[in-house]
T-cell receptor, first 111, second 115 residues
């Protein structure tokens, strides 16, 4: 069974901080994704990656960056956190024609 | 502009009856659709998918219907059970690379199964 692990379930940070959200998968999937989920807006794609050191922008990349130094790990970085980045962040992995598998999410609050 | 639309934020159905969740899309290039189910404090889990070469796909109690001319799909759950209470998201591949490009999601429908 695919395991997608997000390092924190809940996180509280302050405005202006640099924030790292980590995602690790154990199934050797080549594709990894970051989404955010907000009430009434569904899930929106932030960034994704096809392979190590590869990254592509999604719908809402502004204010975020990503890092993929190893195949199993995909990090989302908030360069300077702002209150409008308070959200649920979801990581997903995918391979071939299979559907995406999601982690349980990190609920991030920016104060 | 949202390309996948779920216009019903919530739906209440009695246990044992049929639940019908609807989804409309605007991009006629979409050729694959997925439904995900999400419980609070958990990540979405894949439920069922359908390719545009089909108009129906069935998996146990879950059936998805696709009407390409109307750009409409629906998820039927029969019979509805209490454990089906969750938020359901309709999704389609975001780019041209299939699922490898990420997904574009509707806003979700909160299904509530009444005992």
């Amino acid at each position: 069974d695919v395991k997608v692990t997000q390092s924190s379930r809940y996180l509280v940070k302050r405005t202006g901080e640099k924030v790292f959200l980590e995602c690790v998968q154990d199934m050797d999937h080549e594709n990894m994704f970051w989404y955010r989920q907000d009430p009434g807006l569904g899930l929106r794609l932030i960034y994704f990656s096809y392979d190590v050191k590869m990254k592509e922008k999604g719908d809402i990349p502004e204010g975020y960056s990503v890092s993929r130094e190893k195949k199993e790990r995909f990090s989302l970085i908030l360069e300077s956190a702002s209150t409008n980045q308070t959200s649920m962040y979801l990581c997903a992995t995918q391979t071939g024609n299979q559907p995406q598998h999601f982690g349980d999410g990190t609920r991030l609050s920016i104060l | 502009d949202q390309q996948v639309k779920q216009n019903s934020p919530s739906l209440s159905v009695q246990e044992g009856r049929i639940s019908i969740l609807n989804c409309d899309y605007t991009n006629s290039m979409f050729d694959y659709f997925l439904w995900y189910k999400k419980y609070p404090a958990e990540g979405p889990t894949f439920l069922i998918s359908i390719s545009s070469i089909k108009d129906k796909n069935e998996d146990g109690r879950f059936t998805v219907f696709l009407n390409k001319s109307a750009k409409h799909l629906s998820l039927h759950i029969v019979p509805s059970q209490p454990g089906d209470s969750a938020v359901y998201f309709c999704a389609a591949p975001w780019g041209s690379g299939g699922g490898a490009d990420g997904l574009t999601f509707g806003k979700g429908t909160h299904l509530i199964i009444q005992p």
